[in-house]
């Protein structure tokens, strides 16, 4: 009997898996918001024109630099065609990831503020900005300001001369940026914002940035780049978030607005026409000033481009749209698997009634792909109400095989506010000793300082989600009223630091298609459709070192007693 797929989910990601991606049967993984994972044919393609063909560095004029500036030029109007952006109306740099095509942006806007007359530009930013779009705010000498929701936003862009933005002159130089996609929570940002800036009479010197790293992995940016007059001014792509390989990243550049980033100072190597080096004036002349003799990007694409991992692109490029056709696929596929590890992650509850999993969103309309994307936010909660450690929660998902990123995921404000945290105490948990990285305080004062982030892309299944669904419930949900799995340790509130658990095998559910489990998940797989043996139901500890004269770490609350 054939089983038909929900509406959807792409049925064709199983089989792919097995071909176009052995090298994840190493377990489930989960964290491509961090970085998807690439497929096989890409790197045996890329490997097959290394090999067969002569590529030199495009600055020259030999043949096989001819080579690599054909190819070059080649994917950089591929790319663009990927986006559904135009080329008559918007130019690509190849930067390194979308970090540093924030920082061009930003150092653009720095240098041409200095012949503004306070010598500043305004900033803006979203709170669930990621940490290279908040650190632009050093660079405006104070002239910034957060905004701290949705509505502030909305009000600015209405009122932009009564909006309270930290703003002396609504009509100087400034820069609006915000993400399309929170990396923390998946929940995606209206994306009319840039159009209505460009609206404001009052706004027609404040350009818009776009952080599209965590939105372009699973959404059409055709949705974005159609109309040029509603296009952001700027938007940054790390680019193996869609393909997984190669490292290179992206800014698309408007073309009407362009020529504001042509004024920066700094140049390097090919992007000048002529530098003269001696005398009392010495001068440059940037190729970004020299239209239509160059181009845009010639004039901001400093030293030699990485010209082999362009290559790569172009494979990758193809490969994709082999793979699953669109990314309009693509998106329906995650948005069916994310609202199924919604549901099934928002139903986890003790036997006490209460839930077992925390969930940070503004959104709760899962399902829909405009307002969320294929990463959720959580932490575990034991029974009682005292949270589980998120460094503890990602540690035991390792184990286990599944990989999940926990901490402050580069999200500083979605993580203090959605946490419930004031300024103040961001104050107390530095002074503490908390820092973001796995060695900081996970839980201070019974509040997390961080969470849990589980992310899917274009080659997960729902047998991932399924999997990962049971590990929780396994792992942390107590099916009587006073425990939990995690419970039944006897050391559970008083584990030394210099401990390690030792998770004991986890018997699940029959499923279809068991060859198609990753062979180091060492799953025992038994006839009986009961769960045995909770993951963590035994743990056992094994001493390492002698035990310091440290205070006992608490594993559900991850941190030693902080007062």
Known sequence: MTTIAPKGYNPDVDALRKKEYPHMSHGIYLDHGGATIYARSTVEGFASKMVTGLYGNPHSENSPARLSGDVVDQVREKMLKFFGASSTDFDLIFVANATAAVKLVADCFRDLAEKSRDRKFWYGYHKDAHTSVVGVRELTHGQFHCFENDEEVEEWLQFPENAYAN????????????PGQSNMTGRRLPLSWSWRARQSESLQNTYTLLDAAALAMTYPMENIFQDPDRAPDFTCFSLYKIFGFPDVGALVVRKESGHILTLRKYFGGGTVSMVATFGDTPWHRSKGLQTPTYKLHEGLEDGTLPFHSILALDEAIDVHLRLYGSMKNISAHTSYLIEQL??????????????????????????????QGSAIAFNMVLPSGDYVSYTDVERMANDAGFYIRSGGVCNPGGIFSLLGYEPWMTERALSAGHHCGSNGISVLHRLPTGIVRASL?????????????????????????ESSPLSDAPTLHSIPSDTTLEPQMMALEPIADADALPELRKLNHKKSRVRHIPLLSHLRRTQTAPP???PAKNLAMGLPTIR
Request: net charge positive; proline share 6%; hydrophobic share 35%.
């Open 457 to 481: 892309g274009a080659m997960s299944t729902r047998q991932d989600v399924d999997l990962f669904l049971d590990f929780l419930r396994t792992t942390f949900v107590g099916t009587d009223k």
């Open 167 to 178: 703003r002396a002159n609504p009509n100087g130089l400034g820069l609006f940026a915000y």
């Open 548 to 550: 310091p004269a440290l």
């Open 342 to 371: 919604y549901r099934g992650m928002a139903e986890l509850r003790h036997g006490n009634g209460r839930p077992a999993c925390l969930i940070y969103s503004e959104n709760r309309d899962f399902k829909n792909p405009n307002k």
